[in-house]
């Protein structure tokens, strides 16, 4: 970025306006896992979230045209294969996860994504690892071990599935970053949807459940609060810049924490929220440095998610 666009995107921020629409998105993303949580397990894991993609291509229905017209190097293909490879193996676990741990170990284990990418992009593109970023790498890992606490408490499959989650979703982002050079993001965004969708369709039929109206309607719902969620998100980076918003993130976890008690009865778990703040701090730093850098690798938090 040019000294002069720099200057124009100054005067253009708009900081309220981004922690407005940041804190919409995270009640978005807190919405949608709230609905998995009602969601239950009767629904196999792959099959509700092959559900919540293919519900969701409705929304791709105005870009139709244009995806029919488009024409792609061989290479491009390649990478949105692998990027709706690992983001479908990402939204399974996602899913299974939910269904089994509280909504607050979710939401917080969920920031680890954004230190996965930070790695990732010192080891496959090229970004160089300061000691201060490698630092807050650090501190975000015990950030985990204090929500995990092994030893003190039992690390079930639904925590294992979490790590593994934002892996896979850390993943998904770094070839996001990669692919975004080739083609616009509209088509990034829809080209996920229909690879996951296809990904998703022979994990689902293996264990396909037939599934109630209201089950359709659950997910048809969590859909439309994804779709809405990175649509907000958006108009969140548009206003402001990304140090600015990643803190408002902490209160996904804020949010999470009262509605796993007061709805679901999970009661609140001091360590988990204590961890969510260690990782949110270290996310915010990285990110702040790579405002004063001009850099831009680190996601949000909700730009991994589904």
Known sequence: MSAQQASRAESTARPGWGIFWMVVTGLLFVGVTALVKVLGTRVPAPQ????RYAMGLVFLIPMLGSLWRL???????????????VHTVGVALWFYAMARIPIADVTAMNYLAPIYVTLGAGLF??????LRRVLAVGVALIGALI???PGFREVGPGHLAMIFTAIFFGASYLIAKVVSGRSSPGVVVAMLSITVTIGLAPLAAAVWVTPTPWELAILFAVATLATAGHYTMTLAF???PLAVTQPVTFLQLVWAVLLGALVFGEGVDVFVVLGG?????????????EAVLKRRITPTVSATKV
Do not use: D, H, P, Q
């Open 238 to 240: 548009r206003a402001a």
């Open 71 to 85: 024409r792609l190097e061989r290479g491009t293909w390649g990478f949105f294969a692998a990027r709706g490879l």
């Open 147 to 149: 929500i995990l606490r």
């Open 277 to 289: 703040m260690v990782i949110v701090g270290a996310v915010s730093f990285i990110s702040w440095r």
């Open 125 to 130: 593109l090229g970004e160089r690892l300061a």
């Open 48 to 51: 509700a979230a092959f559900l």
